[in-house]
């Protein structure tokens, strides 16, 4: 299988103290892939996403995306292989002077020639999987947080992205929801995409149930928190 | 610090804001006639921006053009046939009008109505985390924020110039001809002022709008995103854009009329 996300020996350092430090994080995730890291609540927030998406350089180490290093890819060449990666934010994730469907279809419509009507048709489709109505009309700040939460799930499975990181996705969200979150993420990584999943507890890090390895935060270093089950 | 090593720092810190403004401009430019950036997106972008800096602002704009015509043409009419050079009208109105004035206040407007909701937009969404948002989607903010701005604010400027030089000429002739200043016949009127018009006032026109225009819309966005994640740098981010857009068009202006002169 093709490997989707590499860290080597990849060592964080935190740009804000709202952000917790990383020491030599290694693991690889291939296509079809889950890799699920347990960051229990009230810890700060780890930027392990950010260095994924190349967002943010390691002091000490080396993200490979797609089988290239960030730090080595041009920034035109960074931002189309960003276009690859859908995510959930563990904190606001929305542009706020758009409605909320142009959010959730926005990486769509930009980085694909797929005809709206097929993007909008998708989007509708994961809404209802995740029991909404449909996607709301208006802006962000207007739609009630849990259902923003669905809708970044929406936005987090359309298409045919690479890679779907999924930051603490279960914050504001309803506990009942997580069996529907976890089915749409196996179903997208049955398509082919490489999950990366910061849980917030021990619930959300066994959601998954097959091609899945799980690691926990131990002070700043990652460590194995079961064997990988096939 | 010794005064000269003041100036010095200043006079670096100038230049490094200004060698900083090329690189984005440059990079927008390019960018703009790419076709390849023009993506959906991107094109709703662009047209969003269009009706708000351009079609909103036509009632204003068309406001200030009469005024100022009623007050910059009737006395040029007057004080033409007083002088008993009334043939030069046409030359004089299109030198005032059309090379100097329209494009200044079209600016003016331009950078007071959309620069500054520009800056405080780019400014916001910086503050609230949201550039990263799209950064992490794959959207360059350079390509989806401010090319398709700085792109509306020269094409709204140039069509926003034009659209108040004809404004501004026919309310000064119709308020004269009204008050019997001025040439009774439209045609005289609108011959003189043709006559007047040489093709170095085209090229005037397209220097005095396009490149200030997207020198502001650049300076506007680039503003707006300098704020560090702290809403209350919002206000400081929106003053100094419009200090700067107002500086960037008075010099750009002035450049392009010396060398139209010299």
């Known amino acids: ?230 | 610090m010794s005064l000269l090593g003041g100036m010095g720092a200043g006079a670096l810190g100038l230049f490094r804001r200004l060698r900083g403004l090329s690189s984005v401009a440059w990079a927008v430019l390019r960018l703009a006639l790419s076709p390849g950036s023009w993506r959906r997106p991107v094109r709703t972008v662009l047209a969003r921006q269009i009706v708000f800096t351009g079609v909103e602002a036509i009632p204003f704009l068309s406001l200030v053009a009469v005024l100022a015509g009623v007050a910059v043409v009737v006395q040029a009419q007057v004080w033409m046939s007083r002088l008993g050079q009334s043939e030069l009208l046409g030359p004089l109105l299109i030198a005032v009008i059309v090379r100097e004035v329209g494009p200044l206040l079209v600016h003016f407007i331009v950078i007071g109505r959309s620069g500054t909701a520009m800056a405080a937009e780019m400014a916001g969404m910086t503050a609230r985390n949201e550039v990263k948002v799209l950064d992490a989607q794959g959207l360059d903010p350079l390509a989806y924020l401010v090319m398709p701005r700085a792109v509306t604010m020269a094409i709204c400027v140039l069509c926003g110039s034009a659209l108040f030089s004809v404004l501004a000429l026919g309310s000064g002739y119709l308020v004269g001809a009204l008050l019997g200043t001025g040439p009774g016949d439209p045609r005289l009127f609108v011959g003189s002022v043709l006559d007047g018009l040489v093709p170095g006032d085209f090229v005037s026109l397209l220097a005095k709008t396009l490149l200030p225009g997207l020198l502001i819309g650049v300076i506007s966005c680039v503003e707006g995103l300098s704020v560090e994640g702290v809403a209350t740098d919002i206000p400081q981010a929106v003053s100094r854009s419009v200090v700067r857009s107002n500086t960037a068009v008075l010099v750009v202006s002035v450049l392009v009329s010396l060398l139209m002169y010299l």
């Open chain 1, 1 to 230: 299988m093709e490997t989707i996300l590499e860290f080597l020996e990849v060592s964080l350092r935190p740009s804000s103290h709202h952000m917790a430090e990383v020491e030599g994080a290694t693991f690889r995730l291939a296509a079809g892939e889950a890799v699920v890291i347990l960051v229990e609540e009230g810890r700060e927030h780890l930027p392990l996403a950010d260095a994924a998406e190349g967002l943010l350089a390691p002091s000490r180490g080396g993200v490979w995306f797609c089988g290239m290093r960030w730090e080595a890819m041009r920034p035109a060449r960074q931002t189309e292989m960003r276009g690859r990666i859908r995510r959930v934010f563990e904190r606001y994730g929305w542009v706020s002077n758009l409605d909320v469907v142009e959010n959730v279809c926005l990486a769509e419509c930009y980085h694909t020639a797929r005809p709206l009507a097929e993007i909008m048709a998708e989007a509708e489709s994961l809404a209802r999987q995740f029991n909404l109505d449909g996607i709301p009309a208006g802006r962000p700040t207007r739609v009630p947080g849990p259902i923003l939460r669905k809708l970044e799930w929406v936005r987090a499975l359309m298409g045919r992205p690479a890679l779907i990181i999924l930051e603490r996705p279960m914050l504001g969200a309803m506990r009942a929801d997580l069996a529907l979150l976890s089915a749409g993420v196996t179903r997208a990584m049955q398509a082919g995409a490489a999950v990366l999943w910061l849980a917030s507890d021990r619930a959300e890090m066994e959601a998954l149930t097959a091609n899945v390895r799980r690691y926990r935060m131990e002070g700043p270093c990652l460590r194995v928190a079961g064997q990988e089950q096939t």
